[in-house]
């Protein structure tokens, strides 16, 4: 398909401002489907196709294919999923329609690992490092996605990471920042791929996460974090990772949680 080019309030030139916040959902963590979903925000569209046979890679490269093609086609997409790998297809999606994002990455982990300095093995420890270019990058090459440069990466609130993977984190320029203590001047520049991991609110705040980790933000430190990114005019796209175990307990009680961090993204509605 041509390129278009999306626009967003706050760019010079930009001829409209997003008008409506489109919510794809995405109900699978990794290659595995989850059922039932528990989305916080209602879906505009749900990409839930039956994956072909082969390794986990080669199957979450089909399932973001889909994933990939509906963020190209919709404004202001908010793409809500069982894990973080999802953003490599949402990030691809930006780049059909022109777009290289600055990335603002909040979670409790780096998920800048690659196959050589991770310690569990654990794909969902990867995306970012991919959409960076580093490790194996072939689902990032089968989707058409352009390394994003780390320097315009800016990551929020982690405090769990592997030793190598914080080493890589230095050497490749990825800056720093707290949940509590972002700026809307510590922001990359141009348009920008906000990603939520929930699991970097403090664990004692959401019951069932997979990774938990102590010692994270609270819900209006998350709301101030998210309205900072929201209130630069820059958003291109959301992800959200709802990486919690799928047991039933406590479930509105979570969504609920997600639903308030996300409201400052109505402002990004218009």
Not at 56 to 83: H, K, T
Request: glycine letters at 12%; charged letters at 20%.
């Amino acid at each position: 398909m041509g390129r278009r080019q999306r626009t967003y309030a706050g760019v010079r030139n930009a001829p409209d401002t997003l008008r409506a916040v489109s919510t794809i959902v995405v109900p699978f963590h990794l290659d595995s489907r989850i059922d039932p979903f528990e989305s916080p925000l209602p879906a505009g569209r749900t990409i839930a196709p039956e994956l072909p046979s082969g390794g986990a890679w080669e199957r979450m490269a089909a399932l973001y294919e889909d994933v990939a093609r509906a963020v190209s086609r919709d404004a202001a997409p908010v793409v809500i999923s069982g894990d973080c790998t999802t953003s490599i297809a949402t990030v691809a999606g930006l780049a059909q329609t022109g777009e290289s994002p600055g990335i603002v990455w909040l979670d409790a982990h780096g998920d800048f690992n690659t196959e050589e300095t991770t310690e569990s093995g654990y794909l969902g420890g990867m995306p970012l490092a991919k959409i960076c270019g580093l490790g194996n990058l072939e689902v990032a090459e089968r989707l058409g996605l352009a390394p994003v440069d780390p320097k315009s990466v800016l990551l929020v609130g982690a405090r769990d990471l592997d030793p190598e993977e914080d080493e890589l984190l230095a050497s490749e320029g990825v800056r720093r920042a707290s949940v509590e203590g972002l700026r809307i001047g510590d922001l990359p520049a141009g348009p920008l791929y906000l990603h939520v991991d929930v699991d970097v609110a403090d664990a004692a705040d959401l019951p069932g996460l997979i990774f938990p980790v102590p010692g994270g933000p609270g819900q209006s430190e998350l709301t101030a974090a998210i309205g900072t990114v929201a209130s630069s005019g820059r958003l291109a796209a959301v992800g959200v990772g709802l990486t919690w175990n799928v047991d039933g307990r406590g479930s509105d009680t979570r969504t609920d949680y997600v639903r308030q961090i996300l409201e400052p993204l109505r402002d990004w509605s218009g």
